[in-house]
């Protein structure tokens, strides 16, 4: 009875996978939008045990990330700049 709950735990179809995937990967968003991980909405949902391990993950993906842009912003610009239909980055 145990496993068949934990096995539908874990399945991408359940609720509470559901929701636990949708407030981690706010955190995860809001460490690379505002490049600071913030703690406190963890443990108003009920994440503060995985904390540690989720600060550290959303710290890498924020570097990675940042680094990206850095080296292929050039390509990601003209990309924009084609998508948009303009061909002056002053248009944008």
């Given at each position: 009875m145990v496993r068949t709950m934990v096995e539908k735990t874990l399945s991408y179809k359940d609720t509470v996978y559901l929701l636990l995937n949708?407030?981690?990967?706010?955190?995860?968003?809001?460490?690379?939008n505002n490049g600071r991980f913030r703690r406190d909405s963890l443990s108003s949902s009920g994440?503060?045990?995985?904390?540690g391990q989720l600060e550290?993950?959303?710290?890498r993906v924020f570097l990675l990330a940042k680094h990206n842009r850095s080296v292929y912003a050039p390509w990601y610009?003209?990309?924009i700049r084609d998508s948009?239909?303009?061909?002056?980055?002053e248009e944008m």
């Amino acid at each position: 009875m145990v496993r068949t709950m934990v096995e539908k735990t874990l399945s991408y179809k359940d609720t509470v996978y559901l929701l636990l995937n949708r407030r981690i990967v706010s955190s995860i968003r809001q460490q690379l939008n505002n490049g600071r991980f913030r703690r406190d909405s963890l443990s108003s949902s009920g994440l503060d045990v995985v904390q540690g391990q989720l600060e550290k993950l959303s710290k890498r993906v924020f570097l990675l990330a940042k680094h990206n842009r850095s080296v292929y912003a050039p390509w990601y610009d003209e990309i924009i700049r084609d998508s948009l239909g303009s061909t002056k980055p002053e248009e944008m």
